[in-house]
């Protein structure tokens, strides 16, 4: 009913950087009624995934502290889009990232996850 679709990784040298996006779309076209959260996850070769950053419709931002200052979470709540600058990667950044939101469709809210889109930062 929902898709999330990534776009915007992939090879990188230490210090540069990578900007994602992550589009909300429906089934229905104009049936989305909000998305109260989103967010970006990440997942390195065996560990565990992780909370990377996440911003409410209202703006408010979450970071985990590896990132602070470094990554900058934004949205376009017109375009259903959520966006991730990625500054100053580090070889640590490197994983498979995922985009998270929890859409409303009418009264109903539920939480859908994007395909994941492999950043790798490498000299």
């Known amino acids: 009913q929902v898709q999330l679709v990534e776009s915007g990784g992939g090879l990188v040298q230490p210090g540069g950087s990578l900007r994602l996006s992550c589009a909300a779309s429906a089934s229905i076209s104009g049936s989305i009624f909000g998305i109260p959260v989103s967010g970006w996850y990440r997942q390195a070769p065996g560990k565990e995934r992780e909370l990377v950053a996440t911003?409410?419709?209202?703006?408010?931002?979450n970071y985990v502290d590896s990132v602070k200052g470094r990554f900058t979470i934004s949205r376009d709540n017109a375009k259903n889009t959520v966006y991730l600058q990625m500054n100053t990667l580090k070889p640590e950044d490197t994983a498979v990232y995922y985009c998270?939101?929890?859409?409303?469709?009418?009264?109903?809210?539920?939480?859908?996850w994007g395909q994941g889109t492999q950043v790798t930062v490498s000299s």
């Open positions: 998270n939101a929890a859409v409303t469709i009418g009264i109903t809210t539920r939480n859908y």
């Open positions: 911003i409410t419709s209202t703006g408010s931002t």
